[in-house]
Each structure stands twice: as C-alpha cells, then as structure tokens.
C-alpha cells in the first residue's frame, strides 16, 4: 500500500457504565489507500460501528473515552477542534448507515436532505444545489430523478433509500465513503444491487471504501483488504485473496464456515460457532476468542499479539497455533460439520 | 381539503349537540335550580309564577325548552339571562370574546416563544447544572396556582413596588379595547399575559425537552451531524422540527380551552371582563342560558382549535397527509 489515506492507528473506545467500563474498542488499527475498499467484518458488539463512529467523531456519549490516532492526510482528526471536524464531516468523509428507514429526516424532502448536503460544504446557490442532487439521484440509479427528488422518505422504498443516502453521502465528493452494513436492513436480492452500487460509484467518484458488515460474503467481491474484527480487537487482517484461501485465525474459519458454498458439497446444517461474544465488560483472560475456540491449548490464557506469522507480510493475525496446524485444522472448520 | 373541513363541522355539530344537551340535562337534573324563582321576583303570587314559567316556556316539554333555547340562541339571537333580564345573552358573549382572546394570544405567542427557548437551552445545556435549574424552574411555573400567582402579581405591581420605578407604570386592574387605546390595552394586559403564560412556559419547556432528548438518538440526527452540519442546525432544523409534533398537539387545545373561557381565572383575579369572567358569574348563580351560551363558545372553540392542530400536524409531518 501507498502512504495511506486514512490510517487509524491503535483506537480505544471505552464507555463508562453503571455495571463497569465496557471496552468496545480496545486497540484497533487499520489503514485504506486512495481508492481501495476495506471491508471490516465481525460479530454483532464486536466494535466495528462503534470504532467507524468514533472516527468521525460521531459518537456523543458523556461516558465515553477515546483514545489513538486518526490520521487523515497528515491531521489527527481525534484532535481537530469541533468546526474543524464538521468541514471534514460529509465533504471528505462520508458516512451511510445501516437502516435506511431511519436515516432519512422523515419530515423533509429526500432532494432538499440531499441539498442540504450539498450547500454545508459548496457555495453553488440553491437552484445548482438541486441540479446536482436530481443528477447524484440519477446516478445512484433512482428512476425518473427530476420527479422523485421532491418526494418524501416514506415514499421511497427500502432500497430506494439508501441509494438516496448513498446519494447524499456522495454529494460533495468525499475521499472515503465509510458504510456501515449499508445492506442488513434490506431484501437480499436488493443488498446485492446495493453492493455493486457502491463498488461502481468507487471507481466514479475516485473515493475509498470502508465497508462494514457482518457478512464475508458482502465483501468478498469488492474489498481489497479485510480486517475480521472480535470483542473490540482486530484478529485478522489480510489482503482478500489472503484472507480467504489462508485464513489464520479459527474465528475467521468460523465466519467461513458459515457462508453457504456452491463449490462445495451440500452440508445438512451450515457450520455456526458455537457459543456468544464475550461480555465487553469482564472479558475473559488471554485470547478473547478462547471460550468459544476449539482448538484453544494452553498457550491461549496469554493473549497473542496482532503479528505477520505467514509468507504473506501483510498478512497478520492474532493466534498462538503454529501455521501448519492451523492449515490443517481449518479444513475441518470450514468444509465440515463433522469437526464439531 | 374541502372533504376535511366538510368532516370537520359534521363533528362540530355534533359535538355542539352533545355538549348543549348534556349541559340542559344537568341543569334540569340539579336539585334547587327552578329559575322560576330569580325570575319572579320576590314573594311572588302562585299566578306570577305560573305567568312567568309560560313567558319563558318553562311550562312545555323537556324537549320543547331545549328546542326553545336553541332557537332563541342562534336564530332570534334574544336569549335573556336567567339572572338579569336586561342581559342579552349573546351579545354579552360578542363583547367578552374579544378580551378573552387578547388575554390568551398575547398569553401564548409569550409561552411558545419562552418554551421553546427554555427547551433548547436545557437541551444545549445538558450535563451542566443549568438543565437540572432550569427543569427545577419549570416546576415551580407548574406548581403555581394561576390565581395565587395572580393576587400576588396584583399585590406586588399595585401595591407594594407600585410607587417604585418597576411598576410605576402598571395601570389600574382592568381591561382597555385595542381599538380604543392600543397601548393602554398592551399595558392593561402585561402582567396577566405573565401569569397566565407561566403554567404553561414550565409545562411546555418541560415535553419539549423530553422530545428533543427523545429525538437526539434517532438516526437522521446523527445522519445530519455526519452531513457536517452546524450544531445549532441539526438541533433546530432536524431536531426541534420533529419534537414539534407533540407541542403543537398539546398547544391546540390548550388554546382552544382557554380562548373557549379556561382563563377564567385570570380574568377574574385582573378583573378582565372575558368569557371567564361570564362564565364564572353564571355558573355562581346558576343562570342557565348564560352557562349555556358560554358552554357552546367553548367548544367550538375547542373543537375548531382541534381542526387546526389537525391541519398543522399534517404540515408538520408528511407521513399522515393524505395522499
């Protein structure tokens, strides 16, 4: 990777509660080059929305501490001062969320969100403002654009929506458009379309993808690197080909595992990991996916750091199995139920 | 629209006939309330009586004197008061109703303006100790009794710090027409327009606060905050937008019901001869086609002020307009 265009670098969110300190995020680090899709995957809680928010700073909890870097062409956003960010909010980095139903203002019009948008960061005036969001509309692929731009969210379907949203994160033509599981709340066949639209507005708009998901399969297709997120830490990360036809951390195998394969013979029951996420606030010692590993020995009580152990360089992990155990009993995990 | 409003005064008249017939009804079924006797003066002859109760028609039919007192309210329009017969009912009516609205819009525009800026600022503020204060002030407004407050208004601007500079220049209790004398009538109305509107500035920063706490974690709030927007944007354009809702609901009626007489209190205490004021004279003696006259101002008033909620609550949210 080149110098990169946004390095987050050892992130720490915690947030203060009544029954301890949750740790949500506990040392993250990742980094995205012009134009490249990084896709983060994980769990439900396991930090990857909460991390994303904290970037942008979007995150206004009295309880909650942030600590690390954001490094955004050379500034560290986490020390901007509030106007500074909110220059940077929207026009150089954008953000989509999970639920379309609820993202939009339901009281204004879908256009004048999407203007709205666009006159925070441009001087063009209204009328050009409206030009550009019937055109950004149109190119996220709304029909009949000119008509629909005065429509209301409840007018729109689900899909619909968050093409509009995807619409209006794009409308100052930001360097990196961060989505957060842009498809969970949507039909399948719509979440596919979904995907392609983003990867198509990539290579139009010139922007760097973060692509948040639950789902491998979401990203598989279109990111170029892949970082598998567990109880607030990075356990792998590798670039997409890496990750999957080598995948190092039996986490990771699990998430695989759990994709239904056409290349493979039909299963009965789709592998599912066993057990759930740790709690964030007495999280258990050693490695954190230890509890509900199979393989775990008694090494794992230590927890292992986030390291290349492969040929691959840019390949890291966080696992005390040696290599070749780890080639061998993935095949297991992945491939068949009868390894459980 | 006109299919709204068509609807609308179905419901209007028979919310009106409703409300007349059970407030006869009550009338007739109270005990000690024959009007005979107001109206017959006193120690009247057993053919006075009977005279009296033919001239009224207080002889007929339940029915009839129903169908009697409507027609004379709002055909021949010569309703007479029980109590004193030089009293025409809706003229009475006609010249109370433009003081009671001066009470209560001047009442209002203060309580929206002051709610709203108590709301936000509790909002702005919160995490401090100022929201918690201000919340606490609220309850206080709140805790007041309108008329307590007002004799003690009374009893500070026109006695005790009358002679100081302060409240040198609160005039004598009482009510001047706007078209008379329109700053006198501004000045007359100062002080009642403060204690009616107290109540209501406490209760209404109160909701107001809870929905914009409400709102604050929905998701196009933080949509509109990663747009980049300005804070005092997000918090008035996409925020106090949407908490309306409920404050307009609330504000229709309250407005309704006051403008309808349920200042009444503050008219009395400030001596303002509105609809209040009538209607608390005639409810002390009884004096049924003032009572009723009043009663089927009220709710129109409410019922009319419920329309408009209704016309302005689909303004402010385009999900239940019709399509």
Not at chain 1, 144 to 166: K, L, N, T
Not at chain 2, 262 to 282: D, M, N
Not at chain 2, 291 to 302: N, P, Q, S
């Amino acid at each position: 990777m080149a110098e990169p265009l946004l390095e987050v670098k050892d992130l720490k969110v915690s947030f203060r509660t009544e029954d301890g300190v949750v740790r949500a995020v506990d040392g993250v680090s990742f980094a995205v080059g012009q134009g490249e899709v990084l896709g983060i995957v994980g769990e439900s809680g396991s930090g990857k929305s909460v991390s994303m928010l904290s970037v942008l700073r979007l995150i206004n909890d009295p309880n909650m501490q942030v600590e690390g870097e954001v490094i955004y062409k050379g500034r560290d956003l986490m020390k901007l001062h509030k106007d500074e960010m909110r220059q940077v909010r929207g026009a150089e980095i954008a953000m989509i969320f999970q639920d379309p139903m609820t993202s939009l203002n339901p009281v204004y019009k879908v256009g004048d969100q999407i203007i709205e948008a666009i006159l925070i960061h441009q001087d063009i005036g209204k009328p050009g403002a409206r030009r550009r969001a019937i055109e950004l509309l149109h190119q996220v692929g709304i029909p009949s654009a000119e008509a629909r731009v005065d429509d209301f969210p409840h007018q729109f379907s689900g899909g619909m929506r968050q093409r509009a949203m995807i619409a209006m994160a794009l409308a100052n033509n930001p360097d990196i458009l961060i989505a957060d599981e842009p498809t969970t709340a949507l039909d399948v066949t719509i979440q596919a379309q979904i995907i392609e639209l983003i990867d198509k507005l990539k290579d139009e708009f010139n922007s760097a993808i973060i692509l948040i998901t639950h789902d491998l399969g979401v990203v598989a297709e279109i990111a170029n690197e892949i970082v598998v997120m567990y109880a607030g830490r990075v356990v792998e990360r590798a670039p997409t080909r890496q990750l999957f036809y080598d995948p190092q951390h039996p986490y990771t195998w699990g998430l695989l595992g759990s994709i239904p394969r056409l290349d493979r013979p039909k299963l009965e029951r789709l592998h599912s990991i066993e057990g759930t996420p740790p709690s964030l606030i007495s999280l258990p010692e050693g490695c954190k996916f230890r509890p509900r590993c199979p393989h775990a020995f008694d090494k794992c009580t230590e927890e292992p750091e986030l390291r290349n152990r492969v040929e691959e360089h840019a390949h890291l992990d966080r696992c005390w199995l040696t290599v070749p155990d780890k080639r061998r009993l993935r095949e297991e995990t992945i491939s068949g139920e009868e390894a459980a | 629209m006109a299919l709204f409003i068509v609807r609308r005064l179905i419901g209007l008249v028979a919310v009106l006939f409703a409300i007349t017939v059970l407030v006869f009804l009550i009338f007739f079924a109270t005990p000690g309330v024959d009007p005979t006797r107001s109206l017959a003066g006193r120690n009247p002859t057993p053919e006075t009586i009977a005279a009296v109760r033919h001239q009224f028609g207080l002889d007929r039919s339940k029915p009839m004197q129903y169908l009697l007192m409507m027609k004379r309210l709002f055909v021949s329009r010569d309703l007479v008061s029980y109590g004193n017969q030089a009293l025409l009912v809706v003229p009475a009516i006609a010249s109370a109703a433009p003081v009671t609205f001066s009470l209560v819009f001047g009442a209002a525009v203060i309580w929206i303006v002051f709610s709203i800026l108590t709301g936000l600022l509790a909002v702005i503020l919160k995490g401090t100790i100022w929201d918690p204060l201000l919340m606490i002030f609220a309850l206080i407004g709140i805790s007041m009794p309108v008329f307590w407050l007002g004799e003690v208004m009374n009893l500070i601007t026109q006695d005790r710090l009358h002679g100081t500079f302060l409240f040198s220049w609160v005039p004598p209790l009482g009510y001047v027409p706007l078209t008379q004398n329109p700053w006198q009538w501004f000045l007359h109305l100062v002080i009642p327009w403060f204690t009616l509107s107290v109540l209501y500035i406490g209760f209404y920063a109160r909701v107001l606060r809870a929905n914009l706490l409400d709102v604050e974690n929905e998701d196009y709030v933080r949509t509109a905050r990663a747009k980049g927007l300005p804070e005092r944007q997000v918090l008035v354009k996409h925020m106090l937008r949407t908490s309306m809702i409920t404050f307009v609901s609330l504000f229709g009626l309250d407005f309704g019901i006051l403008v309808g007489g349920g200042a009444l209190l503050t008219e009395v205490v400030f001596g303002l001869p509105g609809v209040g004021q009538l209607t608390y004279r005639s409810l002390v003696s009884l004096d049924l086609p003032v009572i009723m006259a009043t009663v089927i101002y009220g709710a129109f008033f409410i019922t009319i002020a419920s329309a408009l909620v209704d016309v302005l609550y689909a303004r402010l949210d385009p999900r239940i307009r019709p399509a």
